[in-house]
Structures are given as structure tokens and as C-alpha cells.
Nanobody
């Protein structure tokens, strides 16, 4: 499956932004999808995931209550709605997909098979 993330940009603290991840290739609806981010000089970290089977969602504590991920299987697209953005949210955001990943593994980047190119989100204070 090929993934294309978009929607990044420069915003101010407190603003909102919505990222999109368009998938092509194999059957989108059978893939669990996720978001990771990587800030300069830091390791890639888990942000959110949405399971294919139930569309249940999982979030990192740092974004819980501010970010919401969703998917539209008809459009082969996943979204990340980011509200009340903070300067520490500044990072390159990556979308990822995996067909067989289990819930206990979603927070580990090496568990995921497919990655899109990143989209840069910059939050100014």
C-alpha cells in the first residue's frame, strides 16, 4: 500500500490543523492506520492509531483530548484533526499502515510495515 500524507503547515499556538493520509494499492479497509511524528533531534514517536476492525482509536498521552484520528474507507483516507496546537507539537508527521499489527504493538514504530512521506507541522508560540 502506498501512503501520501498532506495538510501540514505553519500555525500559531492554539490553532487547529487537519492532516490527511491518502492510501492506494491494496484494500484500505483491512489496514490498521497510524500517525507518528518526529521532531528535530528526537526519535520518532507514536501519536495515534485507528484499528481496521472496529475503528477503535488509540492516542499518545501527549495528544489525548486534543487530537482525533478518523478514517473514511470509501475515500481510502485517514485524517488527524489537531486542535489547540502547542509549540511542542512541531514535527514531521508520518502516516503508517499495517494489516496484521496487534493493539499492544501500535506504539512501536518498528511494528508497522508501510510508511508515507512526512508532512511538516510547525507551531509558533
Amino acid at each position: 500500500v502506498q501512503l501520501q500524507a498532506s495538510g501540514g503547515g505553519l500555525v500559531q499556538a492554539g490553532d487547529s490543523l487537519r492532516l490527511s493520509c491518502a492510501a492506494s494499492g491494496r484494500t484500505f479497509r483491512t489496514y490498521t492506520m497510524g500517525w507518528f511524528r518526529q521532531a528535530p533531534g528526537k526519535e520518532r514517536e507514536f501519536v495515534a492509531a485507528i484499528l481496521y476492525r472496529s475503528s477503535s482509536t488509540v492516542y499518545a498521552d501527549s495528544v489525548k483530548g486534543r487530537f482525533t484520528t478518523s478514517r473514511d474507507n470509501a475515500k481510502n483516507t485517514m485524517y488527524l484533526q489537531m486542535n489547540n496546537l502547542k509549540p511542542e507539537d512541531t514535527a514531521v508527521y508520518y502516516c503508517t499502515a499495517d494489516e496484521g499489527i496487534i493493539l499492544s504493538s501500535v506504539m512501536r514504530s518498528r511494528s508497522w510495515d508501510y510508511w508515507g512521506q512526512g508532512t511538516l507541522v510547525t507551531v509558533s508560540s
